[in-house]
């Protein structure tokens, strides 16, 4: 028989020796390493979407069954217990979970040598991808030091970010030498037989200071055997990029520079020849030399289906390129005046197929305004690009443009220009604006932005649809609601924005991105 007191004491008693339990189980299963948010949200994002993997067999408890019961069976919800209940048995029997290695400069080297040696090991054999973000010099130095001590055959994806703080970095050092490679390196040869992506990323287009382990590694990664795409932005240098690369495995390539490479413009004909399942291929800068230096034969390109070019490489792409899966083109910075066309003047005696004969889009991004000075070339473009059902013409927002109309007023009110685009029975031209990016002024006069509007409405009339970048329409519906509404009541931006870019190949994020090209 229990006492007054005894019952008094018991609920205290029971939670005591609970306590005690629990503290004993903890100590049988100590934690491993604190997991990292993105392993966990990996887990959570597993466990709301059971993947194929979790039907395999486990070495630990985790039921797959129950957590799909909890995530889709209605009149259930998926708890955070459910899920922090197995994380412990997800992340132990996943060596995918461990696979994305990310590396930002809030890491100590201390930290940074326990996280590597964690993923390293819990990632057993599988491939592992790189993401790294370098602010200092330190962290170029930590991750080299990775590299060297790692069995580089294990790299699946490494993508190489070079952040402004980076960037202002070195420019304030800029009377130093450049940077050497590590002492050790010369000794140690970089191996990347796995490697299927390499991107570098330098948006700053401080080239002169990057890295000379860097632009190694570009070097070495080009002979590597499963190598699919390599994307290099401003920051590398590479001066012969093309000639140890395997043919048959590269897909894509995109090349961004703000210096000059002064490669010929024979090495860009190159590129198609040397790599046949090529798929997407951007150039932007001045990579190549704007004219041939000997005549030259024309290429086949079998595979290519996204292509964007820059102004010198542009010039004479119509008399030596055949790309006859063509989807998208889109050329930037271009003076249209300065093209050259296999059939001269003589639009009408040319009988010879389409040159692009599977083209979409045709894409021009800021170009000049002297692009429509020339009627005749205007033509000849229409003729080069006939199959296309979709005209996209990209320009920055100008507050001033109705005092630079002439070009505009050229194009779309010329009755012999209205043939050309679009041809008959294909969807209606559209012709995409963009806004000044965040930083570029501190204000935009929404009231004269309304009127622009109105003025490209009525001047290129209902067979254009115009669109605003999505940063614009963020900052002006939030700035001036009212005026938004305005426009989107006139009809003269689409309230519901598409992406016009096309997205081939690798999803994953890509530091090199076509944003670059459109600003160059």
């Not at 994806?157 to 490679?181: A, C, G, T």
């Not at 990323?201 to 499963?226: F, H, K, Q």
């Not at 979709?390 to 320009?395: D, K, P, S, Y």
């Amino acid at each position: 028989m229990w006492s007054a007191s005894s019952e008094a004491m018991g609920p205290s008693k029971d939670i005591e020796t609970a306590t005690t339990h629990q503290t004993q189980d903890n100590d049988a299963c100590l934690p491993i390493f604190s997991i990292p948010n993105e392993i966990t949200m990996l887990i959570f994002s597993f466990a709301c979407h059971p993947s194929p993997i979790f039907g395999q067999s486990r070495m630990h408890g985790f039921n797959a069954e129950e957590l799909s019961h909890f995530a889709r069976e209605e009149g259930h919800e998926l708890t955070v217990s459910h899920v922090c209940r197995s994380w412990r048995s997800i992340s132990l029997a996943y060596a995918e979970l461990w696979s994305s290695f990310h590396y930002f400069s809030k890491y100590n080297r201390q930290h940074f040598t326990a996280r590597r040696r964690a993923y390293l090991e819990r990632a057993q054999s599988s491939l592992l991808t790189l993401w790294v973000c370098f602010s200092s010099t330190e962290d170029v130095t930590n991750i080299f030091q990775m590299l060297r001590c790692t069995n580089n055959s294990r790299w699946r994806k490494i993508s190489l970010l070079f952040d402004r703080n980076y960037s202002l970095e070195r420019k304030m050092v800029w009377v130093l030498p450049r940077q050497q490679h590590s002492p050790d390196a010369n000794a140690h040869r970089f191996s990347y037989d796995n490697l299927e992506t390499l991107d570098v990323g330098c948006p700053d287009g401080y080239w002169l200071w990057m890295n000379s382990d860097i632009n190694r590694i570009i070097g070495e990664v080009a002979c590597t055997p499963r190598l699919a795409a390599l994307r290099v932005d401003a920051g590398a240098t590479i001066l012969q990029p093309f000639g140890k690369m395997h043919r048959a495995s590269l897909s894509v390539l995109q090349l961004h520079s703000w210096g000059h490479w002064g490669l010929s413009w024979e090495t860009f004909l190159s590129i198609f020849s040397n790599f046949p399942n090529l798929t997407t291929l951007t150039i932007s800068g001045c990579i190549f030399s704007s004219a041939p230096s000997t005549v030259t034969q024309k290429v086949i390109a079998p595979n290519l289906q996204y292509l964007r070019i820059s102004s010198n490489t542009v010039l004479w792409l119509w008399l030596y390129l055949h790309a006859p899966r063509l989807r998208h083109l889109s050329i930037t910075q271009a003076r249209l005046s300065d093209w050259r066309f296999p059939w001269g003047d003589d639009i009408l005696g040319d009988a010879s197929p389409p040159m692009f004969p599977s083209l979409e889009v045709l894409t021009l991004v800021n170009c000049t305004p002297h692009l429509y000075d020339d009627l005749r070339c205007v033509a000849s473009l229409a003729h080069a690009t006939r199959t296309i059902s979709q005209l996209v013409i990209a320009r920055e927002y100008s507050e001033t443009e109705p005092k630079d109309a002439r070009q505009y007023e050229m194009m779309v009110q010329t009755p012999s220009m209205r043939p050309f685009w679009p041809s008959n029975g294909v969807s209606p031209i559209h012709i995409f604006y963009t806004a000044p990016a965040y930083g570029t002024r501190n204000y935009i006069d929404f009231f004269r932005a309304l009127r622009v509007l109105r003025w490209r409405k009525r001047l290129l009339g209902d067979g254009w649809t115009l669109r605003i970048s999505p940063a614009f329409v963020r900052r002006w519906s939030a700035d001036a609601p009212e005026l938004w509404e305005v426009a989107v009541a006139e009809g003269l931006v689409e309230p519901v924005l598409r992406d016009e870019r096309p997205r081939p190949g690798d999803v994953d994020p890509c530091w090199t991105y076509e944003a670059g090209f459109a600003t160059y």
